[in-house]
């Protein structure tokens, strides 16, 4: 199985600082799905800045797609980029646009759609997440939970080859938690492979799979606590193999569409 990442005894310093990740080696195998978790300064959001090309490790080799991140032109580094969907911890969507235009930047970005269609997408996305309601209200006046949910819809909207998430419910309460990992497991299951870094331990049990453990900048364990679940049933899921249908807008809303998540 091909491997969206690998990292090989990887360091990071910010500046001339002490390490703050050393000797790290794992690999992600194309559509796993695998958590991060560790306490409040471990690294976590360290490593998922390498893996948004956001930072270079001070040492060791990190292959991104099977390219060796060291090896990539300045030109090449914004289409690599363009591959992986990122949720920010600290969400960063622009305050000038609103939640659908935030939400739809990425697809108008990429090219192809008509407004229309990518309108349609968006609201669907958004009403998925229960943002329908607030399409056309700008992020300053969002709730915190209200802004991590339209950065997730941001960050998944255009299904990326690799999604990053960083404390995706930080700011949620459960049972929106437990809706937006499973939009996250959807996308998985099409073929996205997905890094969730997080506190939440509930939500790591309910879900299972692979989880990352970071400690003081070292990664001390690689546990498998067993098939996914769906978080919100309960019910075992599959991850995603190379045979997951092709990435484009297509089956988005098919999958991710208001029918599974509705209900509420
Ligand atoms: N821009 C920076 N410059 C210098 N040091 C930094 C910077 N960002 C983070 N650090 C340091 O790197 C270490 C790891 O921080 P990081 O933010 O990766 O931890 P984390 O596991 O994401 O923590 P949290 O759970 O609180 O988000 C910490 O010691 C932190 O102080
Ligand atoms: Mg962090």
Known sequence: MAEA????????RYHLDAEVLSDISFTLESGSFHFL?????????????????????????????????ATVSRRAR??????????????????????????????QLAGGLDPQTIRAHVTELLRW????????????????????????????????????ADEPSGNVD????????????????????????????????AVGGRVLHLERGRLIDIEDRGPLRNPVTGARITEADHRAPPHGMADAG????????EGR
């Open 5 to 12: 990442v690998r990292f090989e005894r990887v360091g990071m």
């Open 78 to 107: 914004p289409a690599l980029r363009r591959r992986i969907g990122i949720v920010f911890q600290d969400f960063r969507l622009l305050d000038h646009l609103t939640t659908a235009e935030n939400v739809a930047l990425p697809l």
């Open 129 to 164: 997440v229960g943002l329908g309601h607030r399409l056309d209200a700008y992020p300053p006046t969002l709730s915190g939970g209200e802004k991590q949910r339209a950065a997730i819809a941001r960050a998944v909207v255009k299904k990326p080859e690799l999604l990053i």
């Open 37 to 69: 978790t560790g306490p409040s300064g471990a690294g976590k959001s360290s490593l998922l800045r390498l893996l948004t090309l956001a930072e270079r490790p001070s040492r060791g080799r990190m292959l991104i797609f099977g390219r060796d991140t």
């Open 254 to 261: 098919a999958r991710t569409g208001p029918t599974e998540g």
């Open 174 to 205: 459960p049972e929106i938690a437990r809706r937006l990992m499973h939009l996250f497991l959807e996308l998985n299951r099409l073929g996205t492979t997905t890094l969730v870094a997080t506190h939440d331990t509930e939500l790591v049990e």
